[in-house]
């Protein structure tokens, strides 16, 4: 069998089709601190970007926790807030850690971010240009609406002026 014919193979390893095409998740082989099939960016892989998404979402939690139960204790006593705060943040390691480790929500997270790689952002005047042109249309837009108030305005004060 030739190189071209081993290329060809679905089955054969890094052939269409294979496994190899696919991004790997948590249980799958890494190489190094990248996750195969996903792209680099600068020095920060995409795997640190995953990372950083359950760095957030432990944040959110203990913030939201810590409010939620200062909330809720403040209805019996005064709240030791260091004990709420610490108990938060153990229930926020433990949700974040057992989200980190669920397979569905770690593939979820590694697709979200293989896909905003793929964002082409706009430039800087590309975005000036669109801003100028949703600050025209909304002038425009606020013009013609002004001028139907002033119509409307004008036409029912003369009827009620007039009694007609």
Known sequence: MNAKEMTADPEAPGGPG???DLPKSRSGSE???????????GNLGLTRWV??????TAA?????LDRVATLVWQNFAEPPSF??????????????VALYRNERA?????????????VTW???????????????????????VGAFDFVWSFVTDLLYKHKV
């Open 18 to 20: 294979s496994e190899h």
């Open 31 to 41: 190489s190094g601190s990248e996750i195969e099939g996903l792209p680099t960016r």
């Open 51 to 56: 990372q950083y998404v359950f760095v957030v």
């Open 60 to 64: 959110f939690f203990l913030w939201f």
């Open 83 to 96: 004990l709420v705060t610490a108990l938060s943040a153990v229930i926020a390691l433990g949700v974040t």
């Open 106 to 118: 770690h593939t979820l997270v590694i697709d979200v971010v293989a896909e905003l790689a793929k």
């Open 122 to 144: 706009p430039t800087r005047r590309e975005t000036y240009a669109s801003t100028l042109v949703v600050i025209v249309t909304s002038l425009i837009a606020a013009a013609i």
